[in-house]
T-cell receptor, first 117, second 116 residues
Framework: DTGVSQNPRHKITKRGQNVTFRCDPISEHNRLYWYRQTLGQGPEFLTYFQNEAQLEKSRLLSDRFSAERPKGSFSTLEIQRTEQGDSAMYLC???????????????FGPGTRLTVL | AQSVAQPEDQVNVAEGNPLTVKCTYSVSGNPYLFWYVQYPNRGLQFLLKYITGDNLVKGSYGFEAEFNKSQTSFHLKKPPALVSDSALYFCAVRDSPPSNTGKLIFGQGTTLQVKP
């Protein structure tokens, strides 16, 4: 399967602990996005990478959140000192922008469901 | 600011009947509109998009959507609904310039229930 993959699929942690999620995009895609989805809501944008450069961060992304995309391939999203309000589904998506010959459609991974106790 | 609204939390339809899931949008400039579907415990799957051109857009799994500029709507349709179409549907708009990130702004979602 050459789609977007995310690990782990589920994470249960205690408040105050740090967690890290990984996203492996479709290999030739140069754009990578992180979204957060809470129950009953649509996904909300968190951050965006063009290759290895993080070009936009949402105000939703507090100082406890950090994302990286070394070498422009996989990406990690880390949450430090987790809070119960961080409980959500974290979705990763990738796309190939039009200038690179793509159609700019975003393909989503299955998500990582985080539960903070 | 860009936004989309899905006025119905849930739509119920009998199998074989046509379905419509509503979406309205508010954008500055030309709208880039999308529909995604989400099945339980799975990521979002792309159905179709409108960028420009014909107002009737055909997509995956027999779905289509009608772009109506005067009503600022982009309703999702399927002529005969199937029980397997039961899922959560999201309308989204692509962020427009000056932002060039391509990030999507989603509606709150509509649960489609197709009953046999």
């Amino acid at each position: 399967d050459t789609g977007v993959s995310q690990n782990p699929r589920h994470k249960i942690t205690k408040r105050g602990q740090n967690v890290t999620f990984r996203c492996d995009p479709i290999s030739e895609h140069n754009r990578l996005y992180w979204y957060r989805q809470t129950l009953g809501q649509g996904p909300e944008f968190l951050t965006y990478f063009q290759n290895e450069a993080q070009l936009e961060k949402s105000r939703l992304l507090s100082d406890r959140f950090s994302a990286e995309r070394p070498k422009g391939s996989f990406s990690t999203l880390e949450i430090q000192r987790t809070e119960q309000g961080d409980s959500a589904m974290y979705l990763c998506a990738s796309s190939l922008d039009i200038l690179a010959g793509g159609m700019d459609e975003q393909f989503f991974g299955p998500g990582t469901r985080l539960t903070v106790l | 600011a860009q936004s989309v609204a899905q006025p119905e939390d849930q739509v119920n339809v009998a199998e074989g009947n046509p379905l419509t899931v509503k979406c309205t949008y508010s954008v500055s400039g030309n709208p880039y509109l999308f529909w995604y579907v989400q099945y339980p415990n799975r990521g979002l799957q792309f159905l179709l998009k409108y960028i420009t051109g014909d107002n009737l857009v055909k997509g995956s799994y027999g779905f289509e959507a009608e772009f109506n500029k005067s009503q600022t709507s982009f309703h999702l349709k399927k002529p005969p609904a199937l029980v397997s179409d039961s899922a959560l549907y999201f309308c989204a708009v692509r962020d427009s310039p000056p932002s060039n990130t391509g990030k999507l702004i989603f509606g709150q979602g509509t649960t489609l229930q197709v009953k046999p």
